[in-house]
């Protein structure tokens, strides 16, 4: 074998893992889309930086999954009998640029922990009722 090409065949074997981790991202964004109950959303945990990803409602959970990973495994686990909704606003201009255009930013509480989720009002509503909705916690008391 020519020594010339071994560069070739270094860029060509990077060149195809590029494009197999990008499928494999496209397969694992239309397997969370394609669940009911999922919706884009955009977190903002303690550390004030917005992350994108995908929200999924289960019976009893939110789970939250980063956009752009490989993991099947969400990220963030949040009960619903632990969630406490506390509002909506729009968004400020310092996050009119880390977030999607046309969103609102829900404020949610989690344990005493606040944390907030950028999202379509359609998708707001959704997760407002999905609450709402929750659970009865306890003989003769609603959530």
Known sequence: MDDSLIPFIALATAFALL?????LLGVR????????GTVDASICTAGNSWQMGVCRYQDNELEWFRLMSLSVIPK???KRSSLELLGRR???????????PGVVVVELQYEGKKFML???FDAY???????EAGPVIGVGTWR
Not at 19 to 23: G, V
Not at 29 to 36: D, E, K, S, V
Not at 125 to 131: D, F
């Open 125 to 131: 509503a959704g997760l407002s009722s999905w609450l």
């Open 90 to 100: 729009q968004p400020t201009e310092d996050e009119l640029v880390k977030v999607q």
């Open 118 to 120: 950028a999202m379509n």
């Open 76 to 78: 963030h686990r949040y």
């Open 19 to 23: 494009i197999f981790s990008l499928c």
């Open 29 to 36: 964004r239309f397997n969370l889309r394609r669940a009911l």
